[in-house]
């Protein structure tokens, strides 16, 4: 048969065990691994064809922004969830100088 050792069975009861064998310490290397994507931050959204479109999509529902930027490159639309419950929609389109705009076109036109 084999030795059935039970710790809670010990004949020495309150004596002090001096030469009990302990299980060896086998430590291992740990390898130095970079962990690649654990902090990466990122953006809630995705690209959309209209600003009708994020009328529609889900947001989280922890308040933080997401994203949503036009595939045709003319707007970015963020949406967010209220502390009252409604969402918030901001439109964000960059901004033309439309006087110098006109002048550039029209002086290049009459260059020609």
């Known amino acids: 048969m084999y030795n059935q050792y039970n710790p809670y069975m010990n004949r020495f009861y309150g ?10 310490d086998l430590s291992i290397q740990q390898q130095n691994t970079p962990q690649m ?5 990122f953006l809630n959204g995705k690209q959309v064809e209209s600003i009708d479109i994020v009328k529609t999509l889900e947001i989280p529902l922890d308040g ?3 994203y949503f930027p036009l595939v045709n490159g003319t707007a ?10 409604t ?6 389109e960059p901004k033309v100088n439309k006087r ?4 550039n076109f029209y002086g290049s036109v009459a260059k020609k």
């Open 100 to 103: 110098k705009f006109l002048n």
């Open 15 to 24: 004596q002090q065990q001096t030469n009990i064998p302990q299980p060896m």
């Open 37 to 41: 994507g654990l902090n990466r931050a």
């Open 64 to 66: 933080s922004i997401s």
């Open 87 to 92: 969402s918030k929609i901001t439109i964000y």
């Open 76 to 85: 970015i639309a963020t949406k967010q969830l209220t502390q009252d419950g």
